[in-house]
Nanobody, 124 residues
Framework: VQLVESGGGLVQAGGSLRLSCAASGFTFDEYAIGWVRQAPGKEREVVSCISPSDSTTYYPESVWGRFTISRDNAENTVYLQMNRVKSEDSGVYYC??????????????????WGQGTQVIVSS
Protein backbone atom coordinates (compact mmCIF):
# COMPACT_ATOMS: atom_id res chain seq x y z
CA VAL A 1 0.00 0.00 0.00
CA GLN A 2 1.34 3.40 -0.94
CA LEU A 3 -0.30 6.74 -0.23
CA VAL A 4 1.30 9.96 -1.45
CA GLU A 5 -0.11 13.30 -0.37
CA SER A 6 0.39 16.64 -2.06
CA GLY A 7 -1.06 20.11 -2.06
CA GLY A 8 -0.09 21.39 1.34
CA GLY A 9 1.39 24.81 1.89
CA LEU A 10 0.86 28.21 3.39
CA VAL A 11 -2.63 29.70 3.24
CA GLN A 12 -4.18 32.74 4.85
CA ALA A 13 -6.98 32.33 7.32
CA GLY A 14 -10.28 32.34 5.49
CA GLY A 15 -8.70 30.98 2.34
CA SER A 16 -8.87 27.60 0.63
CA LEU A 17 -6.56 24.73 -0.12
CA ARG A 18 -7.01 21.38 -1.81
CA LEU A 19 -5.03 18.35 -0.80
CA SER A 20 -4.59 15.28 -2.98
CA CYS A 21 -3.59 11.73 -2.18
CA ALA A 22 -2.54 9.26 -4.85
CA ALA A 23 -3.08 5.67 -3.80
CA SER A 24 -1.57 2.45 -5.12
CA GLY A 25 -0.93 -1.12 -4.11
CA PHE A 26 -4.52 -2.03 -3.31
CA THR A 27 -7.92 -2.09 -4.99
CA PHE A 28 -8.76 1.54 -4.38
CA ASP A 29 -12.45 1.45 -5.22
CA GLU A 30 -13.17 -1.28 -2.67
CA TYR A 31 -12.14 0.61 0.47
CA ALA A 32 -12.93 3.68 2.48
CA ILE A 33 -10.15 6.23 2.83
CA GLY A 34 -9.70 9.31 4.95
CA TRP A 35 -7.63 12.26 6.08
CA VAL A 36 -6.03 12.66 9.48
CA ARG A 37 -4.26 15.71 10.84
CA GLN A 38 -1.62 16.08 13.51
CA ALA A 39 -0.75 19.42 15.02
CA PRO A 40 2.08 19.97 17.52
CA GLY A 41 0.84 19.46 21.04
CA LYS A 42 -2.57 18.27 19.91
CA GLU A 43 -4.14 14.88 19.58
CA ARG A 44 -4.33 13.29 16.19
CA GLU A 45 -7.70 13.95 14.59
CA VAL A 46 -9.50 12.21 11.75
CA VAL A 47 -10.97 15.05 9.71
CA SER A 48 -12.75 13.09 7.03
CA CYS A 49 -13.53 9.72 5.53
CA ILE A 50 -15.26 8.63 2.36
CA SER A 51 -16.71 5.26 1.49
CA PRO A 52 -15.78 3.47 -1.74
CA SER A 53 -18.90 4.55 -3.60
CA ASP A 54 -19.00 8.13 -2.23
CA SER A 55 -22.26 7.28 -0.51
CA THR A 56 -20.97 7.90 2.99
CA THR A 57 -18.74 10.62 4.33
CA TYR A 58 -17.60 11.43 7.83
CA TYR A 59 -16.51 14.77 9.29
CA PRO A 60 -15.99 15.81 12.88
CA GLU A 61 -17.65 18.96 14.11
CA SER A 62 -14.37 20.87 13.93
CA VAL A 63 -14.40 20.86 10.11
CA TRP A 64 -18.07 20.27 9.32
CA GLY A 65 -19.30 22.58 6.58
CA ARG A 66 -15.77 23.75 5.69
CA PHE A 67 -13.97 20.62 4.48
CA THR A 68 -15.14 18.32 1.71
CA ILE A 69 -13.67 14.94 0.89
CA SER A 70 -14.05 13.43 -2.56
CA ARG A 71 -12.51 10.64 -4.55
CA ASP A 72 -11.83 9.73 -8.15
CA ASN A 73 -11.81 5.96 -8.34
CA ALA A 74 -10.64 6.03 -11.95
CA GLU A 75 -7.55 7.96 -10.87
CA ASN A 76 -7.06 6.23 -7.50
CA THR A 77 -7.01 9.62 -5.85
CA VAL A 78 -8.73 11.15 -2.86
CA TYR A 79 -9.03 14.88 -2.28
CA LEU A 80 -9.66 17.15 0.65
CA GLN A 81 -11.06 20.58 -0.18
CA MET A 82 -10.42 22.90 2.73
CA ASN A 83 -12.43 26.13 2.76
CA ARG A 84 -12.62 29.01 5.26
CA VAL A 85 -9.51 27.66 6.94
CA LYS A 86 -8.64 28.68 10.47
CA SER A 87 -5.35 28.82 12.33
CA GLU A 88 -6.34 25.67 14.21
CA ASP A 89 -6.42 23.81 10.90
CA SER A 90 -2.63 24.01 10.74
CA GLY A 91 -0.81 20.70 10.96
CA VAL A 92 0.45 17.76 8.98
CA TYR A 93 -2.30 16.11 6.98
CA TYR A 94 -2.09 12.42 6.27
CA CYS A 95 -4.05 10.25 3.92
CA UNK A 96 -4.85 6.95 5.61
CA UNK A 97 -6.93 3.83 5.27
CA UNK A 98 -8.03 0.84 7.34
CA UNK A 99 -8.59 -1.20 4.17
CA UNK A 100 -12.18 -1.70 5.20
CA UNK A 101 -15.34 -0.84 3.29
CA UNK A 102 -16.89 1.38 5.96
CA UNK A 103 -15.98 4.70 7.56
CA UNK A 104 -17.59 3.57 10.82
CA UNK A 105 -14.36 3.12 12.78
CA UNK A 106 -12.38 6.05 11.41
CA UNK A 107 -13.28 8.25 14.35
CA UNK A 108 -11.07 6.04 16.50
CA UNK A 109 -8.01 7.31 14.66
CA UNK A 110 -6.69 3.77 14.39
CA UNK A 111 -5.68 3.33 10.77
CA UNK A 112 -3.38 0.76 9.26
CA UNK A 113 -1.77 2.54 6.33
CA TRP A 114 -0.55 6.12 6.17
CA GLY A 115 1.08 8.43 3.69
CA GLN A 116 4.08 10.58 4.51
CA GLY A 117 1.96 13.67 5.17
CA THR A 118 1.74 17.16 3.77
CA GLN A 119 2.16 20.29 5.87
CA VAL A 120 -0.58 22.90 6.05
CA ILE A 121 0.17 26.24 7.66
CA VAL A 122 -2.62 28.73 8.14
CA SER A 123 -1.46 32.28 8.73
CA SER A 124 -3.66 34.74 10.56
Amino acid sequence: VQLVESGGGLVQAGGSLRLSCAASGFTFDEYAIGWVRQAPGKEREVVSCISPSDSTTYYPESVWGRFTISRDNAENTVYLQMNRVKSEDSGVYYCATQLRYSCNDYGSGILDYWGQGTQVIVSS
